[in-house]
C-alpha cells in the first residue's frame, strides 16, 4: 500500500489565487514528520515546510501552509497569492518516527501550472 | 544554500558498463541518501548511510552498491548498468541535530541525469 498519496497529477491555477495540494498518508507510528519539497523545471528539490505529529499549530512559511488533519491523514499544502514562479511539481514526503535513518518516502507529485 | 555537490551531472554510457556517481558535502551531516526519480514515482531511495562507512539498503537497492570513506563523500556505483537504471539521480543530506533530529528536512543536490543506451 502506497504510504504517501498526491491524487492530483496536474493542476492549475489563476494567478494570485490560493491553492491546495493534496496529500494523504498512511502510518501506524504516533510520532512522524510531513514535509513539502518543490521541484522547479530546471530540476532542483527545494525544501519548503515541515509539520510534526505532535506539533499542535498548522506549519507556516510565508505564503505556504499546511492543512493538516491528523484524524484524517492529510497533510494539505496551500499556497496562498499564486506566482508565476510556483509553477512546478510538488512533492509531499513521510518520515517515519521510529525509524532513526530519518528517512523520507515521497508521494507521486503535482504539477503545479500558474495561468498568467 | 546547503552545500552539496553532485557529480557528473550528466552522463550517458553503454548497457554493461560500470558507471560511479559522486556525492560531495561540506555540511559535516552524518546522514546521506541517493534516490532515482522516474516519472510517475516521485523519489524513490536507493541507498542511505548513517555513519562512514554505515550503509543500508533502500526501497529499490537491486544493480546498486554505495560507499562512504569518509563523511563528506558517498558514492553510488552501478556496476553493470542497464537501461532501466536510466534515471535521474539525487543525492541528500540531513543533520540529526534538533530536538529529536526528526524535524531536520533533507537537502537535495541538484541531481544527476543518467543515460544508458
Known amino acids: 500500500a502506497q504510504k504517501i498519496t498526491q491524487t492530483q497529477p496536474g493542476m492549475f491555477v489563476q494567478e494570485k489565487e490560493a491553492v491546495t495540494l493534496d496529500c494523504t498518508y498512511d502510518t501506524s507510528d504516533q510520532s512522524y514528520g510531513l514535509f513539502w519539497y518543490k521541484q522547479p523545471s530546471s530540476g532542483e528539490m527545494i525544501f519548503l515546510i515541515y509539520q510534526g505529529s505532535y506539533d499542535e499549530q498548522n506549519a507556516t512559511e510565508g505564503r505556504y501552509s499546511l492543512n493538516f488533519q491528523k484524524a484524517r491523514k492529510s497533510a494539505n499544502l496551500v499556497i496562498s497569492a499564486s506566482q508565476l514562479g510556483d509553477s512546478a511539481m510538488y512533492f509531499c514526503a513521510m518520515r517515519e518516527g521510529m525509524d532513526s535513518s530519518y528517512k523520507l518516502i515521497f508521494g507521486s507529485g503535482t504539477r503545479l501550472l500558474v495561468r498568467p | 544554500d546547503a552545500g552539496i555537490t553532485q557529480s557528473p551531472r550528466h552522463k550517458v554510457t553503454e548497457t554493461g558498463t560500470p558507471v560511479t556517481l559522486r556525492c560531495h558535502q561540506t555540511?559535516?551531516?552524518?546522514?546521506m541518501y541517493w534516490y532515482r526519480q522516474d516519472p510517475g514515482h516521485g523519489l524513490r531511495l536507493i541507498h542511505y548511510s548513517y555513519g562512514v562507512k554505515d550503509t543500508d539498503k533502500g526501497e529499490v537497492s537491486d544493480g546498486y552498491s554505495v560507499s562512504r570513506s569518509k563523511t563528506e563523500d558517498f558514492l553510488l556505483t552501478l556496476e553493470s548498468a542497464t537501461s532501466s537504471q536510466t534515471s535521474v539521480y539525487f543525492c541528500a543530506i540531513s543533520s540529526d541535530r534538533g530536538l529529536s533530529g526528526s524535524n531536520q528536512p533533507q537537502h537535495f543536490g541538484d541531481g544527476t541525469r543518467l543515460s544508458i543506451l
Open positions: 555540511e559535516n551531516h552524518r546522514y
